[in-house]
């Protein structure tokens, strides 16, 4: 297996538009968890699905973000409209409930400008 | 609700030497308990973990971590430390009785110089 696959590695764009990043877990996987981390707030979960329902959203900053889980296959996390603020590096991360550990994606660096 | 908690934001180790990086934990039920390693600009890569069983658990890269009930921590240790060693090192906890929710520690960052 690949592992977690995140794409865009790098994006940047500028304040007020739509930024949309990708996640694709590891085959098998029924957790799967987006987190953030900035140099300020070290890491933090956003949201983690179990079977592609949402379990704790708790973690989300605003309304202004959004994820989705439509098949075990792909998860997005959506930020409409972005803010200079959320500039951060996200993360995704999958596991089984059997193993117990999960497993990372490189990332995506965000940049809001 | 469960946390956990990296007293210490840098390790400083002279290479060689022995290396221990703290974590303590708060559950409710049974903590699954995992170090993870982080190098610049990549993702978090799994180190070891405690589930049950013996409190010494041993890792990748020669690490090993002592899991302590009575003091609810999970130090992580290395006997001889390595300049490639350097990098941040994340604590974690999963308790898969209330939501299997994974949550991080702060980090530490461990700097072992030549």
């Known amino acids: 297996d690949a592992g977690v696959i995140q794409s865009p590695r790098h994006e940047v764009t500028e304040m007020g538009q739509e930024v949309t990043l990708r996640c694709k877990p590891i085959s098998g996987h029924d957790y799967l968890f987006w987190y953030r981390q900035t140099m300020m707030r070290g890491l933090e979960l956003l949201i983690y699905f179990n079977n592609n329902v949402p379990i704790d959203d708790s973690g989300m900053p605003e309304d202004r973000f959004s994820a989705k889980m439509p098949n075990a296959l792909f998860s997005t996390l959506k930020i409409q409209p972005s803010e200079p603020r959320d500039s951060a590096v996200y993360f995704c991360a999958s596991s089984s409930s059997r193993g117990a550990e999960a497993f990372f994606g490189q990332g995506t660096r965000l940049t809001v400008v | 609700a469960q946390s956990v908690a990296q007293p210490e934001d840098q390790v400083n180790v002279a290479e060689g030497n022995p290396l221990t990086v703290k974590c303590t934990y708060s559950?409710?039920?049974?903590?699954?308990l995992f170090w993870y390693v982080q190098y610049p600009n990549r993702g978090l890569q799994f180190l070891l973990k405690y589930i049950t069983g013996d409190n010494l658990v041993k890792g990748s890269y020669g690490f090993e971590a002592e899991f302590n009930k009575s003091q609810t921590s999970f130090h992580l240790k290395k006997p001889s430390a390595l300049v490639s060693d350097s990098a941040l090192y994340f604590c974690?906890?999963?308790?898969?009785?209330?939501?299997?929710?994974?949550?991080f520690g702060g980090g530490t960052r461990l700097m072992v110089k030549p």
């Open positions: 559950v409710s039920g049974n903590p699954y």
């Open positions: 974690a906890v999963r308790d898969l009785r209330a939501g299997n929710m994974l949550t």
